[in-house]
């Protein structure tokens, strides 16, 4: 297991990982002085920045551990039992179960979920195949699959096997498919061959699974297979597919995971659209004010690929027309021509997120809303606080102040 450690990249935090996550394409300042066909066709460039919000470094996090997690399980007394209990088709599970092993990432279109889950995966794995000499196999860290349209779990499982046959030169595929095998043989030969051979598997486009009367039969399946390969399963899809997860108890605990929503308005934005701004194509002015970044968040609902559409085809427009400057008009002028399809969905983010702002009251000082010790308060949080089963020491927090010192 040592040695499987050993050849994952290590592990990145803080800046260090900021740092990986960002792509910033090669950018010469020469290009603005260029014919505008040149220019058009560099101005495709803008859609390979990637700015790491936040959000990125989660995903990573999460995706990251629970790889090691799984890989973890793959040597030793419970994986050989399960080996054996896959093979003679027992149906007994040798791993526990646990919020590593099974979450969901989920967001709305456009935020960068798609993105940040590539990025996260390309510093996970490494883009290679850990191959071991003693004993000799190969393991892909990460496999990504998706779900099928119709939530056929046999679809899934095949394109399972498919897809670990075409990375590591197996042929579990063949003998799946040259024989009529049932679904429950089909578990126990997906589950050893992740167990042997992968350490995460992500599903996308889980969503799928809303829709469509095999959806719930579907989710069982992953979480058979999760018991009988140890590997960990991340499913990925959009908001639509939470309610889903959410009906059932035990669904909802083996569902635990990440949503991603709008792009709070904030330092991180700012810096998104500072990016976005350094890759300038157009011969005139083009100057980030304060004013454009709200003016690029409220008509972009807080999702990045939108902010990146109305930048790029605010230059765009420039450059045709010949007035070579970008300014509100003209990112007036590209959200009204070519984001006319998204204007009612832009248009409820933007009520939804001016209803937040309104809604977050501004907290009083602490001599305002602390009231004095009189008799019987704390008689009566501790009676409350046993009802509530809080700490006490945390409910007398909020009505006197408190100063903790350590004792010498």
Known sequence: MTDILKLIPPMLTGAELRKAL?????????????????????????????????????????????????????????????????????????????????????????????????????????????????????????????????????????????????????????????????????????????????????????????????????????????????????????????????????LARRSLGIHIGEIPFDADFAGFCATLYQYKYVSGDMILTDGIIQWLYDHSGGVTANVVSLIHDAMEIAILDGTETVTIETLNQAYSQRLGLLHSHIDLARVKMAAKREATPELPALSETAPSFEKGLLTQTVAEAKRKEVPVLDLLKQRITIVEVSAV
Request: proline share 4%.
């Open 22 to 250: 960002a792509v910033k394409p090669e950018y010469d300042p020469a290009i603005r002085q260029a014919s505008a066909a040149e220019r058009l066709v560099a101005l495709n460039a803008l859609y390979e920045v990637y700015y790491p919000f936040s959000m990125s470094s989660t995903i990573y996090s999460k995706m990251y551990l629970s790889m090691i997690r799984s890989l973890q399980k793959k040597t030793g007394k419970l994986a050989v039992q399960q080996r054996n209990a896959n093979h003679f088709g027992k149906g007994q599970s040798y791993f526990g179960i646990c919020n590593s092993d099974s979450y969901t990432l989920t967001g709305a279109s456009g935020v960068g979920k798609s993105t940040a889950i590539a990025r996260a995966l390309d510093l996970c794995r490494g883009n290679s195949v850990i191959t071991l000499q003693s004993p000799y196999c190969k393991i892909l860290p990460v496999l990504v699959v998706q779900c099928p349209w119709d939530s056929s779990i046999k679809g899934l499982f095949l394109s399972i096997l498919k897809a670990i046959d075409e990375a590591l030169d197996t042929t579990y595929y063949p003998n799946a498919a040259k024989t009529r095998v049932t679904t429950d043989l089909l578990i126990g030969m997906v589950s050893n061959a992740l167990l042997n051979g992968v350490g995460l598997l992500v599903v996308d486009e889980i969503q799928n699974v809303v829709n469509s009367r095999n959806g719930t039969a579907l989710i069982g399946s992953l979480i058979q297979l999760i018991n009988s390969s140890g590997v960990s399963i991340c499913m990925v899809g959009t908001p639509e597919c939470i309610p889903f997860f959410e009906q059932d108890y035990k």
